[in-house]
């Protein structure tokens, strides 16, 4: 009968990232006896060697890419097992305070001219395109016009082996209800907005689901809006998304 006579023999690598997740890889070696061929050898590791999470833990969740054979006398046979990520921008990882930063503009919709407030991104509702009786400057009518504000874009590493999508579809188009930390960065609440998800999951001894999650920060996240209720066009900001738990 075939069977896995040794398993992690000298030869087999394992690495870890350090600043960067993609150097991450497990190859392990094992070696079979009474294997008729190397699909069976094959067979013989997929069936026997089950405790890659319990050897490996800090690399639990890395999926097994491949599994290469190679006969090395009668009946005897090397079998490689192949660990890595792959086919993400991010690739997972078993780090933490991993983030990936960019800065952007985004179009907001203003009724007001002059600099941005600095604690909201956007020019304050006080230089308003109106005068004190209601009426458009400059001949401007009271139509909003799209003011670029500077944003954060924050992309953020995922490994999971539950399926992230649960948890975070109803996040999407929601800022953060309390202070909320990346990579040693705190967001207070309402600077954090989550836009979506990037994952891949794959099957095999159950899912594993691996990606990131993209996140925008702000000073705040608010718009302009106008009222004539008074007589008067008025501006004043408004929170432009619902806030919730991240």
């Known amino acids: 009968m075939p069977a896995v006579i040794s398993k992690d023999l000298y030869g087999s690598t394992y690495a870890i990232g350090v600043a960067v997740a993609s150097p991450e890889k497990v190859v392990r070696r094992h070696y079979v006896e009474g294997a008729k061929d190397l699909?069976?050898?094959?067979?013989?590791?997929?069936?026997?060697?089950?405790?890659?999470?319990?050897?490996?833990?800090?690399?639990?969740?890395?999926?097994?890419?491949?599994?290469?054979?190679?006969?090395?006398g009668v009946e005897k046979f090397i079998v490689e097992e192949t660990y890595g990520w792959v086919n993400s921008s991010w690739g997972g990882s078993s780090l933490t305070n991993l983030a990936d930063y960019r800065l952007a503009f985004e179009a907001v919709p203003v009724y007001t001219v002059g600099p941005a407030d600095p604690a909201t991104g956007i020019p304050p509702p006080t230089n308003a395109l109106f005068d004190s009786a209601g009426n458009a400057r400059l001949g401007i009518r009271p139509n909003s016009y799209s003011f670029l504000k500077p944003v954060l874009r924050v992309g953020v590493p995922i490994q999971s082996s539950t399926n992230p999508v649960i948890t975070w579809?109803?996040?999407?188009?929601?800022?953060?209800?309390?202070?909320?930390?990346?990579a040693g960065l705190t967001f207070t609440a309402g600077q954090l907005r989550f836009d979506g998800a990037d994952i891949t999951a794959r099957g095999g001894t159950g899912y594993t689901y691996q990606g990131s999650l993209i996140?925008?920060?702000?000073?705040?996240?608010?718009?302009?809006?106008?009222?004539?209720?008074?007589?008067?066009?008025?501006?004043?900001?408004?929170?432009?998304?619902?806030?919730?738990?991240?």
């Open 39 to 72: 699909e069976v050898a094959i067979a013989e590791v997929a069936a026997q060697v089950t405790d890659f999470a319990t050897v490996y833990p800090t690399l639990s969740a890395m999926p097994l890419l491949a599994r290469t054979a190679k006969q090395i």
């Open 169 to 182: 579809a109803s996040r999407v188009g929601k800022v953060n209800n309390a202070s909320y930390t990346i």
């Open 215 to 246: 996140f925008s920060g702000s000073p705040a996240w608010v718009g302009q809006k106008i009222d004539d209720s008074s007589g008067v066009w008025a501006v004043s900001n408004y929170n432009l998304y619902p806030s919730t738990a991240f």
